[in-house]
């Protein structure tokens, strides 16, 4: 198949979004920019197509995907029971990088659910995204577009590395802002909870609906339960060198760090080192990446999924990355940098 990539980072082109709807009219895939990462889309309600981005990643079949929709409006055909903390959290933040899981109806096949009776849904914010799933139906089903076990795509270019040939369409909307996955809360509990952080934290969350709950396994690789989104579960995100966290203060993290640094080189290694605008200075050798300000959280977001594959070109044998416990989104750095290090943490 010959992957066509369609450039509208400046404007969306009619004649080429008509056709981008037609591919997922007929069942097939196009992937697209959305304000979190690059998403990988097919009709949420043709169970065929949504078989087709299991194929086309390499995704484990009891994965669900998250249905995108366009309007309010889309959301009662889906969702069985829309709670009044679902609708309060719909006005606030959507369209946006929010995903909210609800109890789904018959029409979602079971296909796009991972075998679930519950569905995620996302009301995306950037405007290629909505205009695709306007002309492609109405409800598209997306993961992100990267192969299985990669980093998420936050360029099309990215996405190009992994998908050429496996899918029809690729429309080019140029970076993504936020860099890192929605948000996704459960809704179908008595206490909402974060099932996966991102741009909207807890405390934004709490500010509209009160009390909301994180599941305890995000954070803890020791935990006896498993994560409650299927996909939290599998090892993800993962550099194909093996990746340590150094953490403590500044000083003693960049001391350990060029320590490890000059042990991986004396062993004739290529290490690679994840730093800060801050800090990039304090490390005189290996390859070393910033992934943006300390004082601009979202810098830091938008950064992370290109600095890993970066090191993946580069064919680092070893990364040492700084910590990134910034104040509002630090648990969503966090909680992706732990999967990508296989939650290794030096504390010095
Ligand atoms: O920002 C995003 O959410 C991006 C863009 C493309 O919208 N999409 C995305 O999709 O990150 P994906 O498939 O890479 O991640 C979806 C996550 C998985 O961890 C999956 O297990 C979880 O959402 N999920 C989907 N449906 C669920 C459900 N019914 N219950 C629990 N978790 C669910
Ligand atoms: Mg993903």
């Known amino acids: 198949m010959k992957t066509i990539v369609l450039d509208m980072k400046d404007r969306i082109e009619k004649e080429g979004m008509k056709q981008a709807g037609e591919i997922i009219l007929a069942g097939g895939l196009v992937a697209f920019p959305t304000e979190t990462v690059y998403g990988l889309g097919a009709d949420a309600l043709n169970e065929e197509a949504s078989a087709k981005i299991y194929q086309a990643k390499g995704r484990p079949s009891d994965n669900p995907l998250i249905v995108h929709i366009a309007s309010m ?3 009662d055909r889906i969702a069985a029971v829309v709670s009044p903390k679902a609708k309060k959290l719909a006005e606030k933040f959507w369209p946006g ?31 290629i995204a909505l205009e695709l ?15 299985s076990g990669r980093p998420s795509p936050t360029t099309a270019a990215h996405v190009l590395e992994d998908m050429d040939g496996r899918i029809e369409m690729i429309l080019d909307g140029g970076s993504c802002g936020i860099g890192v996955e929605s948000t996704i809360v459960d809704l179908t509990g008595e206490i909402p ?34 994560p409650k989104a299927p996909g ?21 993290v960049t001391a350990k760090i060029n320590e490890l640094v000059q042990e991986e080189l004396n062993n004739g290694g290529c290490p690679g080192v994840i730093a800060s605008d801050e800090t990039m200075s304090c490390y005189p050798q290996g390859i070393v990446q910033s992934m943006g300000s300390r004082t601009d959280e979202v810098s830091i977001t938008a950064h992370l999924y290109a600095v890993l594959r970066e090191f993946d070109e580069q064919n680092v044998s070893r990364i040492y990355s700084e910590s990134f416990d910034t104040p509002d989104l630090g648990m969503a750095i966090m ?14």
């Open 335 to 348: 909680n992706r940098l732990m999967k990508a290090a296989g939650h290794q943490v030096l504390q010095v």
């Open 232 to 252: 939290m579960r599998y090892k993800h995100y993962a550099p194909k060198a093996d990746m340590t966290i150094v953490e403590g203060s500044q000083e003693a």
């Open 97 to 127: 990088p929010l995903t909210m899981i609800f109890q789904k109806t018959a029409e979602v096949p079971k296909g796009t659910t991972g075998g679930l009776d519950t569905v995620a849904v996302r009301m995306p914010e950037n405007e």
């Open 133 to 147: 799933i306007r002309c492609g139906g109405g409800y598209i089903a997306a993961p992100s577009a990267n192969l």
């Open 73 to 75: 409006e889309s959301l």
């Open 193 to 226: 909870m974060i099932l996966r952080p991102g741009y909207i934290n807890q405390k934004m969350l709490e500010e509209v609906i009160g009390e909301v709950a994180v599941d305890p396994t995000l954070m803890d690789a020791n935990s006896k339960e498993r």
